[in-house]
């Protein structure tokens, strides 16, 4: 069976969560007061956004300066060259902005993958934010909902890997995740089946051993 993977953009391929480092240079006491009643589920994801980027007042050269110091995991171009070489296809799935995945894309040489997003645009004041991916009837009303890109692979082997709360609903909805931080307690506490990983050398091994397994003449008799 063909697997697609669906891979988060903040602090699975960056190194951190770039809008959430973003919004804590600009406004820590915003940050801390707004995304914990996200955490706390007093704020859904596209209520979170929009009330932080109409807080915030970020300065493009700034911002742009603290995109390129975060940066990406370096063991996701291993794994961009692993699934080119298996001929597998990847999509990013992001509840972030297009405007700094834009700049770490093209840093990387990274700009021919495909991803999904919300949009970021500046203004004299700061930002104004957009979510063209947001679905009216969301379960959790997320600014960008995951679960849409994911639904129409049904017929292949889906594989989320992801870092927080924003991947719950998507995870959910395929047949193996690599959870890390928020994501992980999630699968923890509610007893869902996962593997933890710590970069994206941990992915490739548990995916060539699942494939070992579907190779092994035990597998072909069970």
């Known amino acids: 069976m063909e697997t697609i993977y669906f891979v988060d953009f903040d602090h699975t391929i960056s190194n951190r969560d770039v809008w959430d480092d973003i919004v804590k240079f600009c406004d820590p006491a915003a940050r801390e007061d707004v995304v914990g009643r996200y955490l706390r589920g007093e704020l ?34 291993d794994f961009v060259r692993w699934t080119e070489r298996r001929g597998s296809k990847m999509i990013i799935v992001s509840d972030g902005y297009d405007y700094y995945i834009d700049l770490l894309l093209e840093k990387e040489g990274l700009t021919h993958l495909t991803y999904f997003s919300n949009r970021m645009k500046w203004t004299d004041d700061g930002i104004d934010v957009e979510f063209p991916l947001n679905v009216k009837d969301c379960e959790r009303d997320m600014a960008h909902c995951k679960c849409q890109h994911i639904a129409p692979h049904a017929d292949k082997r889906r594989v989320y890997i992801g870092d927080g709360v924003s ?20 699968c923890r506490e509610h007893g869902i089946a996962h593997i933890s990983f710590k970069n994206f050398l941990d992915v490739i091994a548990g995916e060539e051993a699942w494939l070992a397994l579907q190779e092994s003449p035990a597998a072909l008799i069970d």
């Open 44 to 77: 859904s994801s596209r209520q979170c956004n929009l009330l932080l980027a109409s807080i915030i007042k970020p300065r493009e050269e700034e911002i742009r300066q603290r995109v390129f110091s975060i940066g990406i995991d370096p063991t996701f171009h």
């Open 167 to 186: 991947d719950v609903c998507g995870a959910l909805k395929c047949e193996q995740i690599y959870a890390k931080r928020n994501l992980l307690d999630y």
